[in-house]
T-cell receptor
Framework: DGGITQSPKYLFRKEGQNVTLSCEQN?????MYWYRQDPGQGLRLIYY???????QKGDIAEGYSVSREKKESFPLTVTSAQKNPTAFYLC????????????FGSGTRLTVV | SQQGEEDPQALSIQEGENATMNCSYK?????LQWYRQNSGRGLVHLIL?????REKHSGRLRVTLDTSKKSSSLLITASRAADTASYFC?????????????FGQGTELSVKP
C-alpha cells in the first residue's frame, strides 16, 4: 500500500544536539512538506519542496534544515539553534496540482531531555 | 502565519446530533480543505472545495464555502462516538503564493455515546 512513513515515532534530544527526522513516501508525489504542531495548536509550516533538489522556507524555518535529493525522501534536521524543539512533527506529500489534498505521515514526537 | 480561524475551539455533543464547525480566513484562496486528526496521530484529508464551488457533500459531511465572507463550514450529520477528533480547516494558496496549505487552530469535537 502507498503511503508516507515517518520515523522514529518518538525521539529524545539532548541540549545542543542535532537530530534528523525521516520522511519517506511511495506515492510518487512531487511535493513534500514539514509541519510542526504544538499542544492544542494548529500546524505551522517549516519547509516545503515542490520538486527534487529544491525547497523553500515556511513560516518557522529558523533552527531547521532539510534536503530533497530523492523524490521519495524529505528528511528534516532539527539543529541546536532551535531553542524550543519539543513538538509533534508531521510530514505530508501531495500531487503537484492544487486540486488534491495532502497525505500525512503518522508523525514524530520530539522531546528535549 | 495562521490564516484560518476556527469556531468553536471545542464542541461537545451527543451521538446522533449534528456538529457544525466554522472557519474564517483572510486572503484569496485556490481551495479550502478539511482534515481530521485523532489524538496523537497524523491528519486525514476529508474534503476539498474549490473557490468557485459553494457546497460539497461526502457521505455524512457537508462543506459550504462563502468567498465573499471568506468563511467555510463543515457539517457532520448523525454524529457517532468515532467522530471524536480534532478538525482542521486549511486554505490552499495559489502557485504564486507557494501553492501551500495554511492550517487553522482546529476544533476539538467530542461525541458522547
Amino acid at each position: 500500500d502507498g503511503g508516507i512513513t515517518q520515523s522514529p515515532k518518538y525521539l529524545f534530544r539532548k541540549e545542543g544536539q542535532n537530530v534528523t527526522l525521516s520522511c519517506e513516501q511511495n506515492l510518487n508525489h512531487d511535493a513534500m512538506y514539514w509541519y510542526r504542531q504544538d499542544p492544542g495548536q494548529g500546524l505551522r509550516l517549516i519547509y516545503y519542496s515542490q520538486i527534487v533538489n529544491d525547497f523553500q522556507k515556511g513560516d518557522i524555518a529558523e533552527g531547521y534544515s532539510v534536503s530533497r535529493e530523492k523524490k521519495e525522501s524529505f528528511p528534516l534536521t532539527v539543529t541546536s539553534a532551535q531553542k524550543n524543539p519539543t513538538a509533534f512533527y508531521l510530514c505530508a506529500s501531495s500531487r503537484p496540482a492544487l486540486a488534491y489534498g495532502y497525505t500525512f505521515g503518522s508523525g514524530t514526537r520530539l522531546t528535549v531531555v | 502565519s495562521q490564516q484560518g480561524e476556527e469556531d468553536p475551539q471545542a464542541l461537545s455533543i451527543q451521538e446522533g446530533e449534528n456538529a457544525t464547525m466554522n472557519c474564517s480566513y483572510k486572503t484569496s484562496i485556490n481551495n479550502l480543505q478539511w482534515y481530521r486528526q485523532n489524538s496523537g496521530r497524523g491528519l486525514v484529508h476529508l474534503i476539498l472545495i474549490r473557490s468557485n464551488e459553494r457546497e460539497k457533500h461526502s457521505g455524512r459531511l457537508r462543506v459550504t464555502l462563502d468567498t465573499s465572507k471568506k468563511s467555510s463550514s463543515l457539517l457532520i450529520t448523525a454524529s457517532r462516538a468515532a467522530d471524536t477528533a480534532s478538525y482542521f480547516c486549511a486554505t490552499g494558496l495559489f502557485y504564486n503564493q507557494g501553492g501551500k496549505l495554511i492550517f487553522g487552530q482546529g476544533t476539538e469535537l467530542s461525541v458522547k455515546p
